[in-house]
């Protein structure tokens, strides 16, 4: 009994113990309900679709968005069927890792594990993010590479941060405002004489335009311009 109420008290008060908590409520609110409603909701009709034509036809229906978020759900698709549980698995495990991302921003910022505690409860129970990471559309997939971008220019690895924006960018085009923030930030607290930051950001629409090619081709099965 000891061992068993020191383990208790170690597991409590480990820092991770309530985002870990957090995760395992989130993974499985959504896995048990992952196949209701049963048929397409909201934008999933768009971008099922194309993900279809992705797999079976080599062509995309969607040429105004990216190829990275249409690759992510056509991926779900492949391994796990054309079934809610293909459409969704992967907006489940990347919204999740949201919640994840959000805490270590939050202590990367140096706030007490109480604030990003409530930081992420709120974030796990938020009705917009709830239901964007359940559902196959892009913006939980850009809102990941978002938060990477986050964390990594906060830990201090900005050619990896850069990069992350430009992951952002090709699953949403909407994720290239990730750079805002971080620029903002470094104005404001970075040590202006940091060059390095400056050649690393480069890297962000460097890697997004060489990229870009390179995922086009997993569409189409050929060189292409199509943006």
């Not at 020191?6 to 409590?12: A, E, K, N, S």
């Not at 459409?87 to 594990?113: D, H």
Request: hydrophobic content about 55%.
């Amino acid at each position: 009994m000891e061992i068993a109420r020191q383990f208790v008290t170690r597991l409590v008060r480990w820092e991770y113990a309530l985002l870990c908590l957090m995760v395992i409520i989130n993974l499985a609110v959504h896995f048990v309900i992952i196949d209701n409603p049963p048929e397409l909701v909201l934008d999933e009709q768009h971008y099922i679709t194309d993900a279809r034509s992705i797999l079976q036809e080599h062509t995309s229906n969607r040429p105004e968005h990216p190829p990275l978020g249409k690759l992510i759900v056509a991926s779900g698709i492949a391994l796990f069927g054309d079934n809610p549980v293909g459409w969704r698995i992967f907006p489940i495990i990347l919204g999740t890792a949201n919640i994840v991302l959000l805490y270590l921003i939050c202590r990367q910022l140096k706030m007490t594990r109480t604030a990003a505690n409530i930081a992420v409860f709120l974030l796990t129970f938020e009705n917009l993010s709830f239901v964007h990471g359940g559902i196959a559309m892009l913006d939980v997939f850009s809102l990941t590479f978002m938060l990477l971008s986050f964390w990594l220019y906060l830990r201090g690895s900005y050619p990896l941060s850069a990069v992350a924006v430009a992951l952002a960018a090709l699953a949403k085009l909407t994720g290239v405002f990730a750079f805002f923030p971080i620029l903002v930030h470094w104005m404001i607290a970075g040590e202006r004489g940091r060059y390095d930051f400056a050649v690393s950001m480069v890297l962000a629409p460097l890697s997004f335009l060489l990229l870009m090619p390179l995922l086009e081709f997993f569409i189409y099965h050929r060189l292409t311009n199509v943006v």
